[in-house]
């Protein structure tokens, strides 16, 4: 069965226009993914999410809502591709044939989104994940008015699943991964090796492995300390994440 992911913003119609052209009876689900800023414009899309339901529901078709939180002075879109990512990943564990439509919505949540669909894609390569974009000159009922990313999708995700699978085969990066995050503020080098007890000879190996990898990122907390710190980056918070909801971590 068909899994249909759709990022929105303020136009409703080629939202319903993609799922008749599509075929209502081929598809079980339909994922409605939006973001609330705090601003005016939530309630715009909002009432997109309403239009869509009202005009599918004489489909009998099962329309579920998905909202993230972006503040608007948050630079980073990580808790998104984390929850896209894991949200995916599970409709894919359980053989489910998924499509993301990245059309509608700001900027930062279509982004989120192709990531999201590379981490889920890296983690089940076998899988059945399309992803798709209706450029903003097309609202006709055409099929060539679809653009399929799915090969570039499918291409950074064969990259990010050699890093994936450094990761899976050293048990004593995952180690430091695990040690890490539980503790997202950072760490230092003597923290981790007394945590872990090991020396920090060690330790600092394994760091630069995951600094090369660019799973984590080092920063000193002021500019009085001597020791510098290290917490996962953005993209290893989230493969992290999803390593764990897999059974890995």
Do not use: W
């Not at 998924?98 to 076998?126: D, E, Q």
């Not at 997202?184 to 920090?200: C, F, H, S, W």
């Amino acid at each position: 069965m068909l899994i249909y992911y759709f990022t929105i913003g303020f136009a409703h119609e080629p939202v319903t226009k993609r799922i008749l052209l599509k075929g209502v009876q081929q598809i079980c689900t339909i994922k409605l993914i939006r973001v609330e800023t705090g601003r005016e414009d939530d309630s715009r899309s909002r009432h997109t999410v309403r239009l869509i339901e009202q005009a599918l529901y004489p489909f009998n078709i099962n329309v579920e809502e998905r909202t993230f939180k972006l503040p608007p002075d948050s630079t980073s879109i990580t808790n998104i591709v984390r929850g896209l990512s894991e949200d995916i990943l599970r409709d894919l564990c359980e053989s489910y044939e998924v499509v993301l439509n990245i059309s509608g919505g700001p900027r930062a949540l279509v982004l989120a989104a192709f990531l999201a669909a590379v981490f889920a894609k890296s983690l089940k390569p076998n899988a059945k994940l399309r992803v798709e974009l209706i450029p903003e000159y097309a609202f006709s009922n055409s099929r060539d008015s679809i653009i399929d990313l799915t090969p570039f999708v499918d291409l950074v995700a064969r990259g990010v699943e050699m890093l994936i699978g450094e990761v899976r085969g050293r048990e004593s990066l995952k180690n430091v991964l695990r040690q890490m995050m539980n503790n997202q503020e950072g760490v230092t080098k003597r923290e981790l090796a007394q945590a872990l007890r090991i020396k920090d000879v060690t330790v600092s190996s394994y760091l630069n492995d995951l600094f090369q990898l660019g799973l984590v990122e080092r920063y000193r907390s002021d500019e009085r300390d001597e020791s510098r710190r290290y917490k996962l980056s953005d993209p290893g918070a989230v493969i992290v994440s999803l390593l764990r909801l897999c059974g890995v971590l």
